[in-house]
Nanobody, 122 residues
């Protein structure tokens, strides 16, 4: 059973930065994508943020390009999301996810973390 453990959320003022981490365990990881999604309050759909492919390559949502950076440590099966220039509209629960396949921007991922709250105050 794959487990994803996230950390790094919190409260930050607009313009500030946070770094999220997600460590995966439970099986041998090869040829997989690790991504971040977010879900804002009030019943909004889970939204793609960024993803990284184990063989190299990243993909970002337009709303975070130039502000967020995804990186990974394959030896540790860990992915990071560095979030800079945060805006109030970035406020959401951020979820880490793993997909044994290519990067996709829909929530068709195989395993999910428990989520970590990011709140950006104006």
């Amino acid at each position: 059973q794959v487990q994803l453990v996230e950390s790094g959320g919190g409260l930050v003022q607009a313009g500030g930065s946070l770094r999220l981490s997600c460590a995966a365990s439970g099986r041998t990881f090869r040829n997989y994508a690790m991504g971040w999604f977010r879900q804002a309050p009030a019943g909004k759909e889970r939204e793609f943020v960024a993803a990284s492919w184990s063989g190299g390559g990243t993909y970002y949502a337009d709303s975070v390009k130039g502000r967020f950076t995804i990186s990974r440590d394959n030896a540790k099966n860990t992915v990071y999301l560095q979030m800079n220039s945060l805006k109030p509209e970035d406020t959401a629960v951020y979820y880490c996810a793993v997909r044994f396949g290519n990067i996709v921007v829909t929530p068709r991922y195989d395993y999910w973390g428990q989520g970590t709250q990011v709140t950006v105050s104006s």
